[in-house]
């Protein structure tokens, strides 16, 4: 029997079709099976008409599914580039996301926010340099559940201003039975440039790439 490339074996029966080298085909490539099948078949028991009507459906559905993959492919195209729009509209915007580091300018007091899990008795701040060493510490009343702010006055414990530069700080709360109390913490800062990563976009915050998907606040500067 004459080989045809492409096919393995061609039973003139049952009209199977096999390829060679892969796992899944294109629509090219089935058709190009289905016209060797038909070349191939035995004149004499020719493939029936509900076995034809089926590779033909066969065919159809592989075309369908090829274009509506361009389709989702463009569409998913168009959804990144929008994105990027989006995120590049960013810079220059102050922007609010999960952290706890702040940008501190010189003789100004900064507003530190952070989100309790409950009620606490008590909150104390902690406020660290950019070497991780503790300059000044905010200690408040009790606070109710939910978003926070506090005031920092940008001094460190003995009441000296405290140079331009990042710093952080961590929050600790405690109930009246003294349990500590989930803390989520938030930090701000001006949007300056904008990253585009292979599987995130990020946005460069405080000299820190931050992903766009933990931005929680977006405003304009005054």
Known sequence: MEMIPGVTSIDNSKASLKTATTDS??????????????????????????????????????????NVN????????????????????LIGKTVESQGNTLNHKANTSETLSYSLESDADSVQ?????????????VKLGSQTQGKNKALWDGADK??????????SYAVKAENSDGVPIQVDTFSSGLVSDVV???D???????????????IKRVSMNQ
């Open 25 to 66: 085909m294109g629509k090219d490539d089935f058709l190009k099976l289905l016209i060797a099948q038909l070349s191939a078949q035995d004149p004499l028991d020719p493939m029936g008409a509900q076995d034809f009507s089926a590779q033909l459906a066969q065919f159809s559905g592989l075309e369908q599914m090829t």
């Open 70 to 89: 361009s389709n989702l492919e463009i569409l998913q195209k168009l959804e990144e580039a929008l994105q990027n729009t989006s995120s590049v509209n």
């Open 125 to 137: 701040i902690d406020i660290f340099d950019s070497t991780g060493n503790q300059i000044d510490i």
């Open 158 to 167: 003995q009441g000296n201003a405290l140079p331009a530069g990042t710093y």
């Open 196 to 198: 585009f990563g292979e």
């Open 200 to 214: 995130q976009t990020y946005a460069i915050v405080n000299g820190k790439e931050i992903a766009m998907s933990t």
